[in-house]
Nanobody, 122 residues
Framework: QVQLVESGGGLVQAGGSLRLSCAASGRTIRNYAMGWFRQAPGKEREFVAAISVSGGVTYYADSVKGRFTISRDNAKNTVYLQMNSVKPEDTAVHYC???????????????WGQGTQVTVSS
């Protein structure tokens, strides 16, 4: 089992930056692909970013490409999501997930965190 705990969310003004962290415990994440998803009120959960097991391949939703960066530090058993130039439409609960393959489908991921709220004011 992998336990995932997100942190770093909060209230930020449009155009600002946040860095989300996802700390894993129970197992090392070096054997897992990692992803970030988000869910806004009244909307379905959507893909944000993913990173392969090796860290050499990343994927991004079109809505965040060029603004967000996913990275991993296997030594710290942690995955990050650097969010720059945030927009009000980025407001959502952001979730970290671990699975066997990196990709944009939530079914690829076996373990999920509880989420961290990101609120962007205009």
């Amino acid at each position: 089992q992998v336990q995932l705990v997100e942190s770093g969310g909060g209230l930020v003004q449009a155009g600002g930056s946040l860095r989300l962290s996802c700390a894993a415990s129970g197992r090392t994440i070096r054997n897992y692909a990692m992803g970030w998803f988000r869910q806004a009120p009244g909307k379905e959960r959507e893909f944000v970013a993913a990173i392969s097991v090796s860290g050499g391949v990343t994927y991004y939703a079109d809505s965040v490409k060029g603004r967000f960066t996913i990275s991993r530090d296997n030594a710290k058993n942690t995955v990050y999501l650097q969010m720059n130039s945030v927009k009000p439409e980025d407001t959502a609960v952001h979730y970290c997930a671990a699975g066997s393959l990196a990709g944009r489908y939530s079914s690829l991921y076996d373990y999920w965190g509880q989420g961290t709220q990101v609120t962007v004011s205009s």
